[in-house]
């Protein structure tokens, strides 16, 4: 589940046990990568805070593409497996397969340009140029909206970061999405098996 000792749930008190509460309120069942913060349960209110903050000026389904392309692109199974399933609650589980695995028609060009983009942010930042900038532009995109994607991909880093540097595995109810696109979205850790 992760390479360090956490605090079992029938254990946590205080800020730990809101903390649990809120997770398993939010999932129906707690999440491995929670189970890391209580060591620090003020980094995940923090997190919770600022990814809020940066998600709350883009449409769901752009957060959901840009999130998944950013975790792909830096590695990590937990965020891609997690962000492709709220995506298919968006959208439906065909639609989302078709975005995520690059079937004929899907996601329309400027999605597809916009998640080569936060992969591109995600690792190799330093080579972004102004003509990706503006690629985006041509599409329409307003400087504000490439901020929004730059910094849903920072926000990324930082928690796909704290994920595989602990060894957070995805968690089982991600068995539950299509084999294929599971398949295609473990870039990293395999989901745990119980």
């Known amino acids: 589940m992760s390479y360090i000792e956490t605090i079992a749930p029938e254990q946590a008190e205080g800020e730990v046990q809101a903390m649990y509460q809120r997770q398993r309120a939010h999932f129906g069942y707690l999440p491995n990568y929670a189970r890391l913060f209580c060591h620090r349960p003020e980094v995940m209110k923090a997190w919770a805070t600022l990814i809020a903050t940066i998600r709350r000026p883009m449409e769901s389904r752009r957060y959901e593409l840009v999130t998944v392309a950013a975790a792909r692109a830096l ?4 965020c891609s497996l997690a962000h492709a399933k709220f995506l298919a609650e968006l959208v439906g589980m065909e639609a989302t397969q078709a975005m995520l695995l690059g079937e004929e028609g899907s996601p329309d060009p400027v999605e597809r340009d916009i998640m080569a983009f936060a992969a591109k942010v ?21 400087d504000d909206e490439i901020f929004d994607i730059v910094a849903v991909v920072a926000g990324r880093a930082f928690f796909t970061s704290i994920l595989d540097g602990l060894g957070a595995e995805p968690d089982t109810a991600y068995r539950e999405l299509p084999s294929k696109l599971a398949t295609a979205l473990c870039v990293g850790r395999p989901i745990a098996l119980s």
């Open 75 to 78: 590695g990590n199974s937990y």
């Open 122 to 142: 995600a690792c190799r930042a330093q080579e972004v140029g102004a003509e990706d900038i503006e690629t985006l532009r041509v599409h329409g995109l307003a």
